[in-house]
């Protein structure tokens, strides 16, 4: 059933993936911020992991004792079904969000939010490389990857209401769009030369939107790739 929230924005941080391992967000410094501050992981947030698990209610609950508001984009490494198990969705600052227990908030592939002035667009996902190792709905999902009903749902939210035409002026990511993959594997290190479809669905993205500035994680390592993209990992980015 969706409801909806209201919460008013002061501030917009980001950071890259954290693997369950929320020390990176217990150590900020939040003596001067407030719930209208928002930390966004980008993907690969991985606090939700176990099955019907006190330690991921456990860790959700310090996460929402910081004076700062929590909030993910998915990844590829994340339990997709205890997710949406344990999220509701609400209605919140122009798009669909999952809440989470102790009001952790899952920003949800497709939408469109409207944040301190800002039309930011989301769609998490990645295709993971690894998948042949790991155990189909223990440590892999198959939700992880990118669909076509994403896109159409961000193509929807694109075009509705009075904006400029189809611009964007932040788009929040996990992987990055299939065009600038060869550079990102570049400053990566990796050179397997092969793109995802998940990868070429961040491409439809970009190719149907005017996108001022591109944040995405997934690949370790904090690198800004040009004037649009910027690949975050275990910096702290302020954005507004």
Known sequence: MKGSVGMSINSVYLTGDIHGDIRRLLRIDDEQMTKEDIIIVLGDFGVVW??????????????????????FVDGNHENFKEIKKLESIVYWNGGYVGVLPF?????????????????IGVCGGANSVDKAWRKENSSW????????????????????????????????????????????????????????????????????????????????????????????????????
């Open 141 to 240: 999902w198959a939700e992880e990857e990118i669909s076509e009903d994403d896109i159409k749902n961000f193509k929807v939210n694109l075009n509705n209401g009075n904006y400029r035409e189809n611009k964007i002026d932040i788009m929040l990511s996990h992987d990055a769009p299939a065009n600038i993959i060869p550079v990102v594997k570049l400053y990566s290190g990796i050179n397997d030369g092969a793109i995802s479809n998940s990868q070429k669905q961040l491409d439809k993205i970009d190719q149907m939107a005017d996108i001022s500035k591109w944040y995405f994680g997934h690949w370790h390592i904090d690198t800004v790739i040009n004037e649009k993209f910027t690949c975050l990992y275990k910096s702290i980015i302020k954005i507004i």
């Open 50 to 71: 176990e099955e019907n698990s006190n330690r991921t209610l456990t860790l959700l609950e310090l996460l929402s004792e910081k004076n700062f508001t929590t909030a």
């Open 103 to 119: 009001g952790i908030i899952h920003l949800l592939r497709g939408e469109i939010y409207n944040l301190g002035g800002k039309r």
